[in-house]
């Protein structure tokens, strides 16, 4: 097992590592950057460095200075979260470089999946179904037509180094396409420095369903159920649960059968998590993503595992523990993202936190590194927390959850808390029937 690791990361996230690496009793480093010096993964881990001013390109994004901090501190293994660099894999490879264990796949495997048209190819290849789209990177506005002809309108224009919902636009008729490649390749070239673009079917009422991994590096790989993501605004994920409402026992085997033969055969290594549209009845690939997912805990509620310190382990040699017919999945669970926002506008709302009251009680979990005086830095993404319900099965999770968003009590600043206290309350919501666009509809109306 590993001596020290690093916690290459902030906020929420930081604290859930941290907290896994302390039941394991491994010693731990916090990272942070100066907007970061009274975070709560700072001063609960063992040891802290500061490495740099707030912007993330000179503190969480700089490679030179996590190693350093490596280095000084003695770590011989990096947590890299999710964002910042999670899915970079030069970094993963510095690291191996230096002896220091990456905890999360093979830079080779970060690499395959990163770039989103090689992802599918190679899901193609693993006989996972993929959503209809250009054969690879689109060259030119007359090779767009050609293909968006062939499919048929409306079609998605994606970037292939995408992600956080940027560099997507949809073309409806064959007059919306230039305009539509245009601007996604220059969002493309802003957000990612890269402008390759690829076209999907665009499907009109899917919802997002995802499917949880996990491998041993080893050949064997295991799946731990599904996640359905659909509430979304902006491309972006804002509630989470485990069952999907919309699959059977049946459904759930065979997604997760296929997606997990896939991962044995590329002998992937650590959590993973394969992303579908799923409409009519058939899962669509649109992509993977290499590491721990900002929702994991809905999966863990279910499954009754701690997904970190399983990553932990295999990342430090271990096989799997358990084979798929020991995973049971029991019960329902939700999160909710608790954004620090207007929670109509969306304005990102940074300041102290004056009072703070989380909910608690059978079933609840609140991931937070919040605490009344926080002062949440304006540098950073605006998620403050998750709050995590779990129940019996759904309903009583619903009904959990209307009673936890009604204890929770934020003052300072705004959060996300009044919304999914509305939506709680919607009868779709209630019934499990909402797809990708459903959210923003109602968020739509007057
Ligand atoms: P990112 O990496 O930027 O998050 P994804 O490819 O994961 O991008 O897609 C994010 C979201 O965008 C999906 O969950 C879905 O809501 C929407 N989306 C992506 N591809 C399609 C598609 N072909 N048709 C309709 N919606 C899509």
Redesign the pocket.
């Known amino acids: 097992m590993f001596d020290k690791v690093l916690i290459a990361n902030r906020g929420e996230i930081a604290l859930r590592v941290l907290r896994a690496c302390k039941e394991m009793g491994i010693p731990t480093v916090a990272v942070h950057s100066t907007a970061d010096a009274d975070a709560m993964h700072v001063r609960l881990a063992d040891e802290s460095v500061c490495i740099g001013p707030p912007p993330a390109a000179e503190s969480y994004l700089n490679m030179p200075r996590l190693l350093a901090a490596c280095e000084i501190t003695g770590a011989d293994a990096v947590h890299p979260g999710y964002g910042f660099l999670s899915e970079n894999a030069r970094f993963a490879e510095i690291l191996e470089e230096h002896s220091i264990t990456f905890i999360g796949p093979t830079s080779e495997h970060i690499r395959i999946m990163g770039d989103?048209i090689e992802a599918k190819s190679t899901a193609r290849r693993l006989g996972i179904p993929v959503?209809p789209?250009s054969d690879g990177a689109i060259a030119d506005e007359v090779q767009a037509s050609r293909v968006a002809k062939e499919m048929g309108f409306p079609v998605?224009v994606?970037?292939a180094a995408?992600?956080?919902?940027?560099?997507?636009k949809?073309a409806r008729t064959a007059q919306d396409l230039d305009m539509a490649l245009k601007t996604a390749r220059a969002e493309a070239k802003a957000a990612f420095g890269d402008d390759s673009v690829y076209l999907?079917?665009?499907?009109?009422r899917?919802r997002?369903i995802e499917v949880q991994v996990f491998g041993d590096g080893k050949g064997n790989a295991v799946y731990l159920g599904e996640r359905d993501?659909?509430l979304?605004r902006r491309?972006?994920?804002v509630m989470e649960e485990a069952p999907s409402p919309a699959l059977n026992a049946e459904g759930r085997k065979k997604i997760g059968t296929t997606v997990a033969k896939a991962m044995q055969k590329i002998r992937y290594r650590g959590a993973g998590t394969v992303?579908f549209?799923y409409e009519d009845g058939e899962f669509?690939f649109?992509?993977m993503?290499t590491r721990l997912q900002v929702e994991h805990p809905v999966t863990e509620m279910i499954t009754g595992l701690d997904l970190v310190i399983e990553q932990i382990r295999i990342a430090s040699g271990a096989p799997l523990t358990l084979s798929q017919d020991e995973i049971t999945l029991s019960g329902h669970a939700i999160e909710c993202r608790i954004n620090a926002e207007n929670p109509k506008t969306f304005r990102p709302s940074p300041g102290s936190i004056t009072y703070w009251h989380p909910p608690g009680g059978l079933g609840v979990r609140v991931d937070s590194g919040a605490y009344q005086g926080y002062r949440i830095p304006p540098y950073y993404d605006s998620l403050i927390g998750k709050l995590i319900v779990h129940g019996k099965n759904r309903n009583e999770c619903l009904m959990r959850l209307k009673r936890c968003l009604s204890e929770f009590v934020v003052e300072g600043i705004e959060t996300t808390i009044p919304l999914f206290a509305d939506l709680v309350q919607q009868p779709d919501i209630a019934n499990g029937v909402y797809d990708?666009?459903w959210l923003e509809k109602y968020l739509q109306k007057p």
Not at 162 to 168: E, H, N, P, T, Y
Not at 200 to 204: R, V
């Open positions: 989103k959503v789209g998605l994606k970037a995408g992600g956080g919902g940027r560099g997507m949809v999907e079917k665009y499907l009109e899917p997002h993501c659909s979304q491309h972006q994920k992303e549209l669509y649109i992509e993503n990708i666009h």
